[in-house]
């Protein structure tokens, strides 16, 4: 059986150090397999999150030869076995052990952010009527999985670490989600522009190049959002019409 | 086998752990964006062999004035100063007052340049290629500080619209370019035909439409702004055919570039040695 070496990140937030494993691998495998394989010959104390498997649950992300990949569903037939492959946690958060991160202060900024405020309802029994056309609109939003690959990918927070000025990719997609929802009735360009930092992003494309979901984060969310925040404050016309049109 | 390195906080420039040739993309860039600068500089500047017959550069186009020297250098009666002052907007030579050093294509080629310059697309790629910010996805920055277009100068970039606003009037102005290509002088009578340069020019328009027309700005003023499309046919349509040019605007961002500069350097080199392209009567 064929072998190969895969050079992971052991340690805490105070020590740490790459160590090399060698171990067998065969057709099919994903990383987290290898992962596995190593953790239970020859690492009993190796830490990764996992979950489903299946690329669903977002709780394997790590990086992959440097680039942010969840472990699940990184191949290893896509990888050069021919060199140390080298498996990272998210370099974006604060690492607890090995290749596990401390990713709650994704779920403090979700917190923060103004919920879904739906207009009135459209009939007497409590519901809304919707066009499914509207709706589609914002569907692709939905199918993220909250992996944060996207925030770990930023070079606002992974390099900047502007966390408490930006809340990165993944509430750019959350606020696009509400902000262009047929029925919500809430404003959020103020605070996407002020406080969530938006004019940080600088249209590296990064954070869609590493969705697992193939969500178009930037030109669908953020850069929609980035107009409408022009809309809002830099455009000239558009204020004055809004002046003369109020 | 333990391995002391790097820790995770560290950032040294262009450290990663990318195994792939992440470099050759924004060197790409870098060379692209680096020749084209450096050939349009060299063309603003150079004000002279813009325009052989009907045929005028798009780096000069539009014609506001012809330059000050033009009816002395070709004769005030010749071809060349006649299709000039038939592309001229005003008709005229430069005023006197303006500087020699600015030519025709100073005063007009400070809006195409300042679409592309604000555009999305190329603002992702040219802080990659040019300020290393970041070199690519993954590979640290050579600085610390950080303020992206959050404030001054790159705020600035938000005026991307109103570029916008006269690129779609200076595509119109290339297309009508394209209609006066069409009409050529045989023995002092003007005759219809397709030339080399027609066709030239005439893929200038289509490229440039595909790349303004696809605009993230235009997306957005058409349907982008509205929630409820459906109740908004007419700008569902339009959203729905921008999106679609949108989905390929590194396609056409390229393609456009390319082809703007192939265009100026075909009627420059029939200009210079007067070589009488293949025309169809």
Same mark, same amino acid.
């Given at each position: 059986?064929?072998?190969?070496?895969?050079?992971?990140?052991?340690?805490?937030a105070?020590?740490?150090?790459?160590?090399?494993?060698?171990? #067998?691998?065969?057709?099919g495998? !994903?990383?987290?397999d290898?992962?596995?394989?190593?953790?239970?010959?020859?690492?009993?104390?190796?830490?990764?999150?996992?979950?489903?498997?299946?690329?669903? $649950?977002?709780?394997?992300?790590?990086?992959?030869?440097?680039?942010?990949?969840?472990?699940?569903?990184?191949?290893?037939?896509?990888?050069?076995?021919?060199?140390?492959?080298?498996?990272?946690?998210?370099?974006a958060?604060?690492?607890?052990k090995?290749? !596990?991160?401390?990713?709650?202060?994704n779920?403090?900024?979700? #917190?923060?952010m103004k919920?879904?405020?739906?207009?009135?309802p459209?009939e007497?029994?409590?519901?809304?009527?919707?066009?499914?056309e509207?709706?589609?609109?914002?569907?692709?939003?939905?199918?993220?999985?909250? $992996?944060?690959?996207?925030?770990?990918?930023?070079?606002?927070?992974?390099?900047?670490?502007?966390?408490?000025?930006?809340?990165g990719?993944?509430?750019?997609?959350?606020?696009?989600?509400?902000?262009?929802?047929?029925?919500?009735?809430?404003?959020r360009l103020?605070?996407?522009?002020?406080?969530?930092?938006?004019?940080?992003?600088?249209i590296?494309?990064?954070?869609?190049? !590493?969705?697992?979901?193939?969500?178009?984060?930037?030109d669908?969310?953020?850069?929609?959002?980035?107009?409408?925040?022009?809309?809002?404050f830099?455009?000239?016309?558009?204020?004055?019409?809004?002046?003369?049109?109020? | 086998?333990?391995?002391?390195?790097?820790?995770?906080?560290?950032?040294?420039?262009?450290? &990663?752990?990318?195994?792939?040739t992440?470099?050759?993309?924004?060197?790409? +860039?870098?060379?692209?964006?680096?020749?084209?600068?450096?050939?349009?500089?060299?063309?603003v500047?150079?004000?002279?062999?813009?325009?052989?017959?009907?045929?005028?550069?798009?780096?000069?186009?539009?014609?506001?004035? =012809?330059?000050?020297?033009?009816?002395? *250098?070709?004769?005030?009666?010749?071809?060349?100063?006649?299709?000039?002052l038939?592309?001229?907007?005003?008709?005229?030579?430069?005023p006197?007052? =303006?500087?020699? =050093?600015?030519?025709?294509?100073? *005063?007009?080629l400070?809006?195409? %340049?300042?679409? /592309?310059? &604000?555009?999305?697309?190329?603002?992702?790629?040219?802080?990659?290629?040019?300020?290393?910010?970041?070199?690519?996805?993954?590979?640290?920055?050579?600085?610390?500080?950080? /303020?992206?277009e959050?404030?001054?100068? %790159?705020?600035?970039?938000? =005026?991307?619209r109103?570029? %916008?606003?006269?690129?779609?009037?200076?595509?119109g102005? *290339?297309?009508?370019?394209?209609?006066?290509? %069409?009409?050529?002088?045989?023995?002092?009578?003007?005759?219809?035909?397709?030339?080399?340069?027609?066709?030239?020019?005439?893929?200038?328009?289509?490229? *440039?439409?595909?790349?303004?027309?696809?605009?993230?700005?235009? /997306?957005?003023?058409?349907?982008?702004?509205?929630?409820?499309?459906?109740?908004?046919?007419?700008?569902?349509?339009?959203?729905?055919?921008?999106?679609?040019?949108?989905?390929?605007?590194?396609?056409?961002?390229?393609?456009?570039?390319?082809?703007?500069?192939?265009?100026?350097?075909? +009627?420059?080199?029939?200009?210079?040695?007067?070589?009488?392209?293949?025309?169809t009567?």
């Open positions: 059986m064929e072998k190969a070496t895969f050079r992971i990140w052991r340690g805490d105070n020590e740490a150090q790459y160590v090399d494993y060698e171990t #067998e691998v065969s057709e495998m !994903v990383v987290l290898a992962v596995h394989r190593i953790q239970a010959e020859q690492a009993n104390d190796l830490a990764v999150r996992w979950n489903c498997k299946a690329g669903k $649950c977002g709780s394997c992300s790590a990086e992959v030869n440097g680039n942010p990949k969840l472990l699940c569903m990184t191949r290893l037939n896509d990888l050069p076995l021919d060199q140390p492959v080298t498996v990272e946690p998210m370099r958060f604060p690492i607890i090995d290749l !596990v991160t401390d990713v709650s202060w779920f403090k900024v979700k #917190e923060k919920p879904f405020t739906p207009r009135p459209d007497e029994d409590g519901t809304w009527r919707m066009e499914q509207d709706i589609d609109h914002i569907q692709e939003f939905r199918k993220c999985i909250e $992996c944060f690959l996207c925030q770990d990918v930023c070079h606002v927070l992974r390099e900047h670490d502007l966390h408490d000025e930006f809340i990719p993944r509430f750019f997609v959350y606020a696009a989600s509400l902000e262009m929802h047929p029925i919500d009735t809430e404003n103020e605070e996407l522009k002020n406080q969530d930092g938006i004019g940080y992003c600088n590296t494309k990064c954070c869609t190049k !590493v969705c697992p979901e193939h969500i178009t984060i930037t669908n969310a953020i850069i929609p959002l980035k107009e409408r925040v022009v809309d809002q830099y455009d000239p016309i558009k204020r004055l019409f809004r002046v003369f049109s109020s | 086998m333990q391995q002391p390195e790097l820790t995770l906080t560290e950032h040294r420039p262009f450290q &990663t752990q990318r195994k792939d992440w470099w050759v993309q924004p060197m790409a +860039v870098f060379l692209g964006l680096g020749l084209f600068i450096v050939y349009a500089t060299f063309r500047f150079e004000g002279n062999h813009f325009i052989h017959g009907p045929y005028l550069t798009p780096f000069y186009s539009p014609l506001l004035f =012809i330059p000050k020297h033009f009816p002395e *250098l070709f004769g005030p009666e010749s071809d060349t100063v006649r299709h000039a038939n592309h001229s907007v005003f008709r005229s030579t430069m006197s007052w =303006i500087p020699g =050093i600015i030519t025709p294509a100073v *005063l007009i400070w809006a195409p %340049l300042g679409f /592309r310059f &604000t555009c999305y697309y190329y603002r992702g790629a040219y802080y990659k290629a040019f300020w290393a910010d970041p070199p690519s996805c993954t590979v640290s920055e050579p600085r610390k500080g950080y /303020r992206g959050h404030s001054f100068p %790159l705020v600035v970039q938000n =005026i991307h109103y570029f %916008l606003y006269v690129a779609i009037v200076i595509v102005i *290339l297309a009508y370019d394209v209609w006066k290509a %069409l009409w050529f002088d045989v023995n002092g009578e003007t005759k219809f035909g397709i030339g080399i340069g027609t066709i030239i020019l005439a893929g200038n328009v289509v490229l *440039l439409g595909g790349y303004t027309f696809g605009c993230h700005s235009l /997306r957005h003023l058409v349907g982008g702004v509205v929630d409820l499309l459906s109740k908004a046919p007419i700008r569902r349509n339009m959203y729905n055919c921008i999106s679609c040019l949108n989905q390929r605007h590194m396609l056409w961002a390229w393609m456009s570039l390319c082809w703007v500069g192939l265009s100026d350097f075909y +009627v420059r080199t029939i200009a210079v040695t007067g070589w009488q392209d293949y025309i009567f």
